[in-house]
């Protein structure tokens, strides 16, 4: 379990607690060790970034902004997380510079977009000892109807992946199904591992996840021995969790 652990109840919607967050982990992070190295969700999450990253106050130049997991389509295919951020929040007065994106190459095969974006996370943590995990200072992650995060599904073997840092997947069960992903052991090095859930669907496996700790759903196994553990919730999504979860008795 991790140490520091918080749960965040928001009224209707996540977006404003989300991005305050966001601002102020990147802010902190500038300005301890002058860069801000964050990955981000597809889905739900995609959008509600893309609505409300023009209202954070930052220095974008120091930003590195990866994605926790990418499906492998056309940039141009709505399916696409970085084409999702391309199309919605790029040019929108330029709050975010292209430049701040590392996307995965998604022309590539996937089994190649994987190897080539483990690089290319490698490379901008400096880590030249293969046996090094790089720690991310944020990575705002969904969960899926099925308690699936990133690209990690229930019952998938990605699950029990020890060396990658990022994987491919070509069955996922969610379409489509060719997809990069980062694994546990890095998301799990990371900081801050961030979980936003809006909505009443997502209220069934939230409370799986943060009372039951329910180890078959892959968004319990997200638990940075550490960093912080936050879930914000809609009050719909936490209407089956009373209370703070985490509460210590
Ligand atoms: O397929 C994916 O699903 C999850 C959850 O998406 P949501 O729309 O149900 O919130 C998402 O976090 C992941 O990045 C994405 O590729």
């Known amino acids: 379990m991790s140490h520091k652990r918080a749960f965040y109840r928001t009224g209707d919607a996540i977006c404003d607690e989300i991005i305050g967050l966001l601002e102020k982990f990147a802010n902190e992070s500038i300005a301890k060790q002058n860069k801000f190295r964050v990955g981000v969700s597809g889905g739900s999450l995609a959008d509600i ?48 510079p292209e430049s701040a994106f590392i996307p995965v190459n998604s022309s590539l095969d996937v089994n190649e977009a994987a190897v080539d974006y483990e690089r290319k996370v490698r490379e901008a943590f400096g880590l ?14 969904g969960i899926g109807p099925d308690g699936h995060t990133a690209s990690l599904f229930p019952g998938h073997p990605l699950l029990a992946e020890k060396n990658k ?42 409370k799986r996840i ?19 553990l936050i879930f914000v919730a809609c009050d719909e999504a936490a209407s089956l969790v009373e209370g703070d979860p985490f509460r210590r008795s």
């Open 49 to 96: 970034l893309c609505e409300g990253m023009s209202d954070l106050r930052s220095d974008f130049s120091k930003w590195q902004i990866f994605f926790c997991d990418e499906r492998v389509v056309s940039v141009s295919d709505k399916e696409s997380t970085w084409g999702t951020f391309k199309r919605n929040m790029l040019g929108l007065g330029d709050v975010v």
């Open 128 to 141: 030249s000892n293969p046996e090094e995990i790089p720690s991310f200072d944020l990575l705002i992650l």
């Open 210 to 228: 943060v009372v039951d700790r329910d180890t078959t759903l892959p968004a319990t196994l997200v638990d940075p021995p550490k960093g912080e």
């Open 165 to 206: 840092l990022i994987a491919p997947i070509e069955d996922s069960p969610k379409p489509p199904p060719k997809r990069v992903t980062m694994t546990l052991p890095l998301i799990n090095n990371a900081k801050v591992c961030l979980f936003g859930a809006q909505g009443g669907g997502k209220a069934e496996m939230l």
